[in-house]
């Protein structure tokens, strides 16, 4: 009777995890891992660094130090977007499913901000820089095709990788997670980083001709940088937002706990305060 009493039991435990996720053992609760909230406030803090410096170099005036800041954002931006291209790439697809998810739940923390912020920089930085040495003029043919690039750039970082990204953060975060699902997701962003890491080779080949353009005194057209910077916070904050209210939709049904949407939350206010930073450049221009 002991033995049957007992089997009845471990029955109804069963019954009572398969039902509701909260009564399983805490290592199989639904959540992020939990360095999860280490890597993210790390990648936030040096998410920081790009923008603060480039608000630095304005209020200097300095030349130099807007041009280091602009050149060293595109090159961790360039540069880690042909490391995932071409040397982690060709990792994940050595592995088995298991093992590219255990790496997307570390790198998908781990530039959650810091990518974002060297996208912006990078592109706020060099509008600056153009119209400070006087070459912002559509006339030329090297910038129009240099904003063309920087378009398919923000398309693609803040319209398929970021979505992807985020997708797959939240598929880590349900008690069950599709690891197929995640390994799709993190397959197409190393490829889609392999185009872009492209196009900003590309981009760099048309820097330099736009170096070597006849330039005029320092002048600023600040409604071309306000209206950039509105379209591109507009873009990233309509897609986060979207994907964010589906996240709430998930935990209201029960498929997220509430400290998954916790961590969301946090991403979503860590961005605002790095695109407010980069908006306080406009004061100093």
């Given at each position: 009777m002991a033995k049957k009493a007992n089997h009845m039991s471990s029955a109804g435990s069963a019954n009572d995890m398969?039902?509701?996720?909260?009564?399983?053992?805490?290592?199989?609760?639904?959540?992020?891992?939990?360095?999860?909230?280490k890597l993210m406030l790390q990648s936030f803090l040096l998410g920081l660094i790009p923008p603060i410096v480039l608000v630095l170099?304005?209020?200097?005036?300095?030349?130099?130090?807007?041009?280091?800041?602009?050149?060293?954002?595109?090159?961790?931006?360039?540069g880690f977007d042909l490391f995932m291209a071409l040397i982690l790439g060709r990792v994940l697809r050595a592995l088995d499913i298991a093992g590219r998810v255990e790496i997307a739940k570390r790198l998908t923390p781990?530039?959650?901000?810091?990518?974002?912020?060297?996208?912006?920089?990078?592109?706020?930085?060099g509008i600056y820089l153009a119209m400070y040495?006087?070459?912002?003029?559509?006339?030329?043919?090297w910038i129009v095709a240099a904003l063309i690039i920087v378009a398919i750039l923000t398309v693609l970082g803040f319209v398929i990788l970021m979505p992807n990204?985020?997708?797959?953060?939240?598929?880590?975060?349900?008690?069950?997670?599709?690891k197929e699902r995640i390994a799709r997701f993190n397959g197409m962003n190393i490829k889609l980083a392999g185009i872009q890491g492209a196009f900003q080779i590309l981009i760099i080949f048309i820097m330099v001709n736009i170096s070597n353009l006849p330039n005029s005194a320092a002048q600023l057209d600040l409604p071309v940088i306000i209206y950039s910077l509105i379209a591109f916070v507009a873009l990233f904050f309509g897609v986060y937002l979207s994907i964010y209210r589906n996240a709430l939709s998930s935990y209201k049904k029960g498929e997220l706990d509430k400290n998954a949407v916790d961590t969301l939350r946090f991403g979503l206010y860590g961005h605002i305060i790095i695109f407010l930073i980069l908006g306080l450049t406009l004061l100093f221009a």
């Open positions: 398969a039902h509701n996720p909260d009564a399983k053992g805490e290592g199989a609760q639904s959540g992020f891992p939990p360095y999860t909230h170099a304005l209020v200097l005036k300095n030349i130099t130090l807007l041009t280091y800041t602009h050149v060293m954002s595109a090159v961790m931006w360039t781990s530039t959650f901000f810091l990518l974002p912020s060297l996208a912006a920089t990078t592109i706020t930085a040495l006087g070459v912002f003029n559509l006339a030329y043919y990204s985020m997708r797959i953060f939240i598929e880590l975060a349900k008690p069950i997670p599709d």
